[in-house]
């Protein structure tokens, strides 16, 4: 099994975030969740990524468990995310940010006497150019638009040269434009380095032009799952999202 | 180790003596930390300040109404700080904030040296509260069960005030979420000014308590800021409650310590402090605020 | 104001230059004054590595800085130890300390990390005032004599200059390695390096670490320069001063540390010797730059220049 999870349950007190929660994704594939809000879908990738731990419940990757192990490790076995909340480093530049990525997937973060602007040079503006910030790169994080931001959480993300990507509504606020630059980024990720994405969204658009399979998730629990075309189609679905226009 | 019990039982009272005058100290620095978020180093000096400003109310005025002056001079004092200075650094960096008030701490040392000397002074007790009681061979200092009386009174009026009051219930959110204050339509910028105000009050009120027991040196703040904050951490951040437990078992330690370990009494605050943060970083009671 | 890196550079051989020649044309106060700045901005920058770099509020390297010049004095007065040994072994003396603390305070942030610092750094005051059999108690240890190559004015100076030059270059290579960069993405988002590998709880640990051994060579520096040492450079108001020399010189800066240590230190001796109103002088000029340079000295010059690049792009 490539990644997988098996019951997956975390209640905040009364709240069931999560309850019970199985799925799995298959290599090289685009993934999506879809979902109102407060479906659990953040709480999910939290549990995933092992920023929260879960009551009960497995996660699977490359048939190794790491349920609630600790974020870093899980980053290291392959499994990267964005958050929807951008978390980058505001008074460092696009590129400084980047290189401290970059450096650290590498494992040089504990290099205490090399000159970290010499290093990986290239691999830093490569992945500032796949994320479309080639013209900010000297511009400080927190200056940037709310678009651009999302695009480097993006590449913080993707700079960990991951196996899975979770991306956490990666175009949440954005403007329609900037959503597509996004998408492009997304699906050159699948084609050129074999990663398999794992997308929370809540914009249908979006999940529509990309996604090969459709988790819905409603309550903290999986409704159905299908293609886009199943989903689309499929009257429950319709139901949850009352007043979505196709 | 022999030590009587009535050494035990005499130092723990002077303890408890002492802890009151922690805790009235601390109660408006925890305030002031707890609700605005603000790190107020200065406290110590404005305590200081209301030492040396004893000196003159008691001799003008008497001591009683001492009680009432001195903590109000210090309200307006803290009043001017809180409007002048400690108003524009609310969202600045902690850092920032301590850089602030080692600022005010350099300007208000020199006027207390410039006005009243670097020689120490004392204040006489007043006589009516001179003396011992004598319980079983314990001595107690009548001034002891005065503060002691005292400050469990401002203990409960504070406690009163936060808790069964609407101003109380207005502070305890600020507490917890400015911001969210601020929406419900609340003039947070008065309820901060009021809280700096009583909180430099309260380190009047510990000034004039503490003075007839102590010599007014200069110097004094540095170490009873240190002391001030080590109960803010230990009862944690905002909560009155804590900082009257914290405060009392501080200084019940630092005066049985001093039967125990004479040499390193002093140390007990420190170590106190530091099991604290290891244990239980955001204290008895509070929340980690910030 | 632009400067390009390598205006930076020139500056900075000229005035290493002018450093050099300075022994042979002003009289021996200045030198003196000099050689102070160099060791308060030594100690400012390994406190910088905390609090400028890393986020963190550290206010309690007095520890460090009074281990340093402590264990130099105690070593040198009461063993047979050769001088340079003494010297060498003190910052590890320090860093002992630093390795102990930065353990301590390891999952704490903020004020409550800031006064985890001061608790200990009081206790090591204490201990160094309760152990008058080592440390000669609140007394102090005085007349404590180097080395016959360490005497004299100019000879302290040159030997000040070079160690905190070389700790300086040392401290520079840090900051702009990948583990320096580490350090300032944990400043901004201590989250998020969590999920791009980074251990900031050993990350942190060690910037400490290194942090303290730094602060100690200044303290066993001013132990060589001053002859003695006394308790007090461990009391909490001397963390205090290491924190403004950063903050008044911008803590976002590399340089600032040592510019706020001579802006320290001459406001001190200037004002002493115009009026006995110093720390009136200093504390009001605290509270102006406070509110009107958040930044501090040079942090107002690079935020115009970092301004000014973004500006170029336009």
Redesign the interface.
């Known amino acids: 099994m490539f990644f997988a999870v098996k019951e997956l349950r975390k209640w905040f007190g009364g709240v069931k975030a999560v309850n019970g929660v199985s799925l799995h994704v298959n290599r090289g594939e685009i993934c999506s969740i879809i979902g109102p809000n407060g479906a659990g879908k953040t709480t999910l990738f939290n549990l995933i990524t092992g920023f929260i731990k879960p009551d009960s419940g497995e996660v699977t990757f490359l048939d190794e468990e790491i349920t609630g192990r600790h974020p870093k490790v899980i980053t290291e076995k392959g499994i990267a995310r964005s958050f929807q909340i951008v978390k980058i480093f505001p008074r460092l530049t696009v590129y400084d940010n980047v290189m401290v990525a970059v450096l650290a997937q590498q494992g040089k973060s504990w290099d205490l006497f090399g000159q970290a602007k010499k290093y990986a040079r290239g691999e830093c503006h490569q992945l500032i150019k796949s994320i479309g910030l080639s013209g900010e790169s000297r511009r400080l994080a927190g200056q940037l638009s709310h678009g651009n931001q999302n695009r480097l959480e993006v590449g913080l993300a993707v700079a960990m040269k991951p196996k899975v990507l979770l991306l956490d509504e990666p175009t949440a606020g954005m403007a329609v434009e900037e959503k597509a630059g996004v998408l492009a980024t997304i699906g050159q990720m699948t084609k050129e380095q074999g990663c398999t994405i794992f997308l929370c969204e809540h914009d249908m658009r979006v999940i529509f032009e990309v996604s090969d399979t459709v988790w819905v998730v409603h309550n903290g629990e999986v409704v159905t799952h299908g293609t886009v075309a199943e989903i689309r189609g499929n009257d429950t679905v319709r139901k949850i999202y009352l007043g979505e226009k196709n | 180790m022999e030590i009587e019990i009535s050494a035990i039982l005499g130092q723990l009272v002077d303890g408890v003596g002492r802890g009151m005058i922690y805790f009235l100290l601390a109660a408006g620095l925890t305030l002031i930390f707890g609700v605005m978020n603000i790190v107020n180093f200065a406290h110590g000096v404005f305590y200081m300040l209301g030492v040396y400003l004893c000196f003159i109310v008691v001799r003008e005025f008497g001591f009683g109404p001492g009680f009432i002056l001195v903590p109000l001079f210090l309200a307006v004092i803290g009043a001017i700080a809180e409007f002048g200075l400690f108003r524009r650094i609310y969202k600045a960096e902690h850092a920032m904030q301590l850089l602030l008030s080692t600022g005010v701490i350099y300007i208000v040392s020199d006027v207390v040296r410039l006005v009243w000397g670097v020689s120490p002074l004392t204040l006489e007790m007043p006589a009516l509260l001179k003396g011992f009681f004598s319980i079983h061979s314990i001595l107690i200092t009548k001034y002891n069960v005065f503060v002691i009386s005292l400050t469990v009174l401002i203990a409960a009026v504070m406690f009163f005030i936060l808790y069964r009051t609407k101003i109380g219930s207005v502070i305890r959110a600020c507490t917890v979420d400015p911001e969210m204050t601020i929406c419900a339509g609340i003039n947070v910028h008065r309820v901060f000014l009021l809280v700096f105000m009583v909180g430099t009050g309260l380190a009047g009120l510990a000034a004039i308590a503490a003075a007839p027991m102590i010599s007014a040196v200069l110097g004094m703040d540095a170490q009873m800021i240190i002391v001030a904050f080590g109960v803010v951490i230990v009862g944690g951040a905002g909560s009155i409650g804590g900082a009257f437990i914290a405060a009392l078992v501080i200084g019940i330690v630092e005066c049985l310590g001093i039967l125990i370990l004479p040499q390193f009494a002093e140390a007990f605050l420190y170590i106190i402090v530091v099991i604290s943060l290891l244990l239980r970083p955001s204290g008895l009671f509070g929340k980690l605020a910030g | 104001m632009r400067l390009s890196p390598r205006s930076v550079w020139v500056i900075a051989v000229v005035v290493l230059c002018g450093l050099i020649a300075l022994p042979f044309i002003v009289p021996m106060f200045w030198i003196n004054l000099l050689t102070e700045i160099l060791i308060l901005g030594l100690a400012g920058m390994s406190v910088n590595l905390l609090?400028g770099y890393g986020g963190a509020?550290p206010?309690g390297h007095a520890a460090f800085y009074a281990a340093g010049a402590y264990a130099a004095a105690v070593l040198l007065k009461k063993t047979a130890l050769h001088p340079a040994a003494v010297l060498i072994v003190s910052p590890f003396i320090a860093m002992a300390l630093g390795a102990i603390l930065g353990f301590?305070i390891a999952?704490?942030y903020?004020?409550?990390y800031?006064?985890?610092t001061?608790?200990?750094s009081?206790?090591v005051w204490?201990?160094i005032r309760?152990l008058p059999s080592i440390t000669n108690g609140d007394d102090g240890i005085t007349g404590v004599k180097v080395m016959d190559a360490l005497t004299g004015v100019n000879n302290i100076y040159f030997f000040c200059l070079i160690v905190v030059g070389l700790c300086v270059f040392?401290l520079w290579?840090?900051v702009?390695?990948?583990?320096?960069?580490?350090l300032?993405?944990i400043r901004?988002?201590s989250?998020?390096?969590?999920?791009?590998?980074?251990?900031v709880v050993k990350?942190r640990y060690?910037a400490f670490v290194?942090s303290s051994f730094f602060c100690g060579i200044a303290g066993m520096l001013y132990v060589v320069y001053s002859h003695g040492t006394f308790p007090d450079y461990a009391?909490?108001?001397k963390s205090?001063d290491l924190?403004?020399v950063c903050?008044?010189g911008g803590?976002?800066t590399f340089w600032g540390p040592i510019v706020g240590a001579a802006v320290l230190t001459i406001l001190h001796t200037l004002t002493t010797s115009i009026t006995m109103?110093w720390?009136?002088v200093?504390?009001?000029?605290?509270?102006l730059?406070?509110?009107l340079l958040?930044d501090g000295v040079i942090g107002r010059l690079e935020r115009e220049q970092?301004q000014g690049?973004?500006e170029i792009?336009k």
């Open positions: 609090l509020l206010f301590l999952r704490l903020r004020f409550y800031a006064m985890m001061t608790a200990f009081m206790l204490t201990l309760k040392l290579r840090i702009n390695s990948p583990f320096g960069w580490s300032r993405a901004e988002n989250v998020r390096t969590t999920f791009i590998r980074i251990d990350h060690v290194v009391y909490w108001t205090a924190v403004m903050i008044l803590m976002l109103y720390p009136l200093i504390g009001c000029i605290i509270c730059v406070v509110l958040p970092v690049e973004n792009e």
